[in-house]
């Protein structure tokens, strides 16, 4: 939900016996995102069920495979055959964070635009505790309001635009199947070394929702994706 493909094609007519050229390319596109998303929905499975670090190690070599090869990769196809893998921070165990949850401070909607799907609407709903003494800052989480809704968590740091994408990065997209769980108490597990660019940092086709003023941490986050050279 969080980053939006280019124009779709429309879907195809149920009353007809036989699929017409642009409903046959709307089956196709949609099939390819369905099996697209199941993938990185399997993938967080079993980054979960993973000890941190080869959980990471794993995440990353799925995503550079999915990048290469995938018809939904964000990178343009005339790119992936040459393309050398995606550029990430070497894994630091302290940027993982077991955060407790609280009320949002300001839980005003937020509505950004999402090309020609209309406008998004952000529900802040909660705010973390505990992240400021580590990181300078604690991070509101957004309900993705919606049929179904889902958690999404944007953020910025001081890395933005040096050495990472200029817009922030993303670490939860449930609709994605983007979410790294939880502990047995509650908290949920933060880990920025799984932070990962929006797909409009690979190609302006995509459109993509960028992290609100409040979700900006004055402290350099150098762990997950980084920014392409």
């Known amino acids: 939900m969080s980053d939006f493909p280019p124009a779709r094609a429309p879907l195809p007519d149920p009353q007809s016996s036989a699929m017409r050229p642009n409903a046959q390319e709307a089956l196709v596109q949609h099939r390819s995102l369905w099996d697209w998303r199941r993938h990185i929905s399997e993938l967080y499975a079993e980054v979960r069920s993973s000890e941190p670090l080869p959980g990471w190690q794993h995440w990353c070599?799925?995503?550079?495979?999915?990048?290469?090869?995938?018809?939904q990769s964000p990178i343009v196809s005339q790119e992936r055959r040459h393309f050398p893998g995606i550029p990430y921070f070497a894994y630091d165990p302290s940027l993982r964070h077991l955060a407790e949850l609280g009320g949002p401070d300001n839980s005003e909607p937020v509505s950004m635009t999402a090309g020609r799907d209309g406008a998004v609407t952000l529900l802040p709903f909660a705010r973390t505790r505990g992240l400021a003494p580590h990181l300078g800052n604690e991070l509101t989480l957004y309900w993705i309001e919606g049929y179904g809704g889902g958690v999404f968590l944007p953020f910025r740091d001081a890395t933005c635009g040096r050495e990472t994408f200029a817009g922030g990065r993303y670490l939860l997209d449930t609709i994605k199947g983007a979410d790294l769980g939880c502990t047995p108490d509650g908290r949920i597990i933060l880990d920025f070394n799984f932070a990962y660019n929006p797909s409009c940092s690979y190609s302006g086709q995509w459109v993509c929702p960028l992290a609100p003023g409040e979700n900006t941490l004055p402290l350099p986050v150098r762990g997950g994706e980084r920014g392409r050279d």
């Open 61 to 71: 070599a799925v995503r550079d495979d999915l990048f290469r090869r995938h018809a």
